[in-house]
């Protein structure tokens, strides 16, 4: 039975987990009051493409006689450009979903998706909208970053009730002049030159929390995943205010070394074991 209720909080944590990961990669991003970002050829290089990454969680060593287990999918999708509040805006979307044995032990479904508006010039977050579909919790909620006034309103709604009800509707000020929601940051990443020891923070923010992050190269390393064989660059990465996750933990991640930096590969070390994705299919 403890072992059936650990499974079962770990899947049910499983999509923020896949989102939290990606809370690092922004450690390397341009510095807050950067003004431009673009590609080599001048503006975002990144519209269309899709990346989906097979997730597999590993047990922690007290739990030895059960195996690797598949977790679920995540999927990062650039849309392209829509229109916001007279302005351009970029918009990314990120969902992940449980599959594999995890799922069937836990008896659990995940589905969660998320919507990030961005500024394509220089990558700081308009709004980011979360839909939260894990089993019976269904929660929805919306961060929305105000830049001319440095600060943030938050909200969530609990939907799995009948009206739906709001648990949170909340203001932040004093707010950093140029934050960066997790996928946004690692977009900016990507377009870093990244070498052996090169170390940096940045400032990410996540719903209403913002927590100074650092990352550093550690070294170049083949990298065998399902879309096929990468040299990648290999980071680690620490959260300097509060962990990363809830429970702390370790966060790695290999950049491809090339021009496009892909995210072939991550992983997560936490007090329920170790979390793994490796990139399936790439699209452009």
């Not at 594999?100 to 919507?115: H, I, P, W």
């Not at 579909?133 to 799995?160: C, I, M, N, P």
């Not at 390393?221 to 962990?243: C, M, Q």
């Amino acid at each position: 039975m403890e072992t059936r209720r650990l499974v079962k909080c770990l899947n049910l944590h499983t999509a923020i987990l896949l989102a939290a990961v990606f809370a690092a990669l922004g450690a390397l991003a341009l510095p807050q009051d950067a003004s431009k970002i673009s590609g080599p050829s001048g503006g975002f290089p990144f519209k269309g493409e899709r990346l989906v990454y097979h997730v597999d969680w590993n047990p922690p060593w007290y739990l030895f006689f059960l195996p690797a287990m598949e977790a679920g999918e995540a999927e990062l999708f650039v849309q392209g450009e829509t229109p916001y509040h007279e302005r351009k805006a970029l918009k990314i979307i990120f969902q992940a979903r449980s599959s594999g044995t995890l799922a069937s032990l836990a008896g659990v479904n995940v589905d969660d998706r998320f919507e990030i508006l961005t500024d394509p010039a220089n990558l700081c977050t308009f709004s980011v909208s979360k839909k939260i579909r894990e089993g019976k919790r269904k929660r929805s909620s919306e961060t929305v970053y105000f830049a001319d006034s440095r600060r943030l309103r938050f909200y969530e709604v609990d939907e799995a009730v009948k009206p739906p009800l709001m648990r949170r509707d909340e203001y932040r000020n004093d707010i950093p002049e140029c934050p960066r929601d997790l996928f946004s940051a690692l977009y900016a990443l990507r377009l870093r030159e990244l070498q052996p020891g090169t170390t940096q923070k940045t400032i990410i923010g996540d719903d209403d929390k913002i927590k100074e992050v650092e990352s550093q190269v550690l070294k170049l390393e083949t990298i065998d995943v399902p879309a096929g064989r990468f040299p990648a660059w290999k980071i680690n990465t620490v959260s300097l205010l509060g962990g990363l996750f809830k429970d702390g933990g370790e966060f790695r991640v290999w950049l491809s070394a090339d021009d496009r930096k892909i995210p072939v590969k991550f992983e997560v070390k936490v007090r329920l074991g170790r979390v793994e994705g490796k990139l399936k299919t790439l699209q452009y």
